[in-house]
């Protein structure tokens, strides 16, 4: 296995249901796991099996129909709560229980009325526990942006040893910056020995818009795993969103790393995800917003009219977004008039243009857009007025 695989772990079906008003059934969670699967997403967490019997369910079902991903059941350090996920993994073909505790001094002392030995000592029994009954255990050290490194990394060393495959570093409050969250990955790369028999995961809240920069710095120090959600769902403001993480890596070939991703259904996955959990897209979302390949701005369709590349960085078609928009506004020059004209079949020269542009902007000014009916008008006054009579 090459280091540079980032695994994409999506926790749609747990973090993203967590928003209110997406709360999904078993049917609707099993289709969204074969789509996501289909996607080719390396670990899907199903739900938090515990919670409810409708969580158990879903879990089961996804458990029993997914065939190339990991299966993932969310837990706390409790012994039930890890029973219980296993129960629920049992037809899973690659199961994985993800089990954890916050070690932040906040959680620590306000959540558990604690101290840090306890936590770290109900830590290792939680791993111990669900490595009894599963091969691949994902240890979360809650609030780990808040948490002390040093602290932090006496935690994950021991967890490590108790059986976690997996060490999941959350930036649980979206707290960190860039730089801070990138310099925590590397002090437990550099200061955990045994971090080599473990991988290290991202999960990022986007609390401060940094969601995804974070779990990008993560990786570039040293995490091979990201966990995201589609179109950013999640609690509070959302978690990383999986299509800009993706597409980062994608985009930006010389960080060397890559996905299992099917990029062409980004788009498509998203508006599935949308409609199924009632979640509208906010349209200037990127990849797959309704305006993210949108041009309105006259220079910016000029220079995109004569060269994609001068304002897309993405080819809309990678991403299953069909073709760019030039939307007609009253910001919009004359070379997107002509060419929406064109497009609609009239092929009008360039003193034609020029006058019919006068025309457009009396439109355009009392308008948000300009629409095809609107250019349809336009054009058959002006050529049926070019007629003599």
């Excluded at 928009?325 to 009008?348: C, H, M, P, Q």
Aim: charged share 25%.
């Amino acid at each position: 296995m090459s280091d540079k695989k980032i695994f994409i772990f999506d926790t749609t079906l747990r973090d993203g249901e967590q928003v209110p008003g997406c709360k999904l059934n078993a049917e609707e969670k099993v289709g969204l796991a074969l789509r996501l699967e289909a996607l080719g997403v390396d670990i899907i967490e199903a739900g938090f099996p515990i919670s409810s019997p409708g969580d158990f369910k879903s879990v089961e079902e996804i458990a029993k129909i997914i065939k190339n991903a990991t299966v993932c059941g969310l837990s706390r350090a409790v012994q039930k709560d890890i029973e219980v996920a296993a129960e629920a993994l049992r037809h899973a073909r690659q199961p994985r229980i993800h089990t954890g505790i916050g070690t932040s001094d906040s959680h620590i002392k306000s959540k558990f009325n604690a101290t840090r030995e306890e936590i770290l000592q109900r830590a290792v029994q939680a791993v111990k526990w669900a490595r009894n009954l599963v091969g691949d255990v994902e240890f979360y050290a809650e609030d780990a942006g808040r948490t002390d490194n040093e602290y932090l990394a006496r935690v994950v060393e021991a967890v490590i040893a108790a059986g976690a495959t997996v060490v999941n570093i959350p930036d649980t409050t979206g707290y960190c910056l860039p730089d801070q969250y990138g310099e925590k990955i590397a002090w437990l790369v550099n200061h955990v020995p045994n971090i080599d028999k473990a991988v290290i995961s991202c999960h990022c809240h986007n609390d401060l818009g940094l969601a995804t920069a974070n779990s990008i710095a993560g990786i570039r120090n040293g995490a091979r795993q990201i966990e995201c959600t589609i179109n950013g769902l999640g609690e509070r403001a959302g978690n990383t969103s999986l299509e800009e993480v993706v597409m980062v890596i994608k985009q930006h070939k010389q960080l060397g790393f890559y996905t299992s991703i099917n990029a062409q259904e980004l788009n498509p996955m998203s508006r599935l995800v949308s409609d199924t959990m009632r979640m509208p897209v906010q349209p200037n979302k990127a990849i797959v917003g309704a305006n993210a390949f949108s041009h309105s701005s006259g220079i910016h369709q000029d220079g995109f009219l004569k060269d994609a590349s001068t304002y897309e960085i993405i080819n809309p078609d990678e991403v299953g977004a069909g073709e760019s928009r030039i939307v007609l506004t009253a910001r919009s020059g004359r070379s997107a008039l002509a060419f929406r004209l064109k497009k609609i079949g009239y092929d009008f020269n360039r003193n034609d243009v020029d006058t019919l542009y006068q025309q457009f902007l009396h439109v355009a000014d009392t308008k948000k857009e300009v629409l095809e009916e609107d250019l349809r008008r336009l054009a058959h006054a002006y050529t049926t007025a070019a007629i003599p009579s």
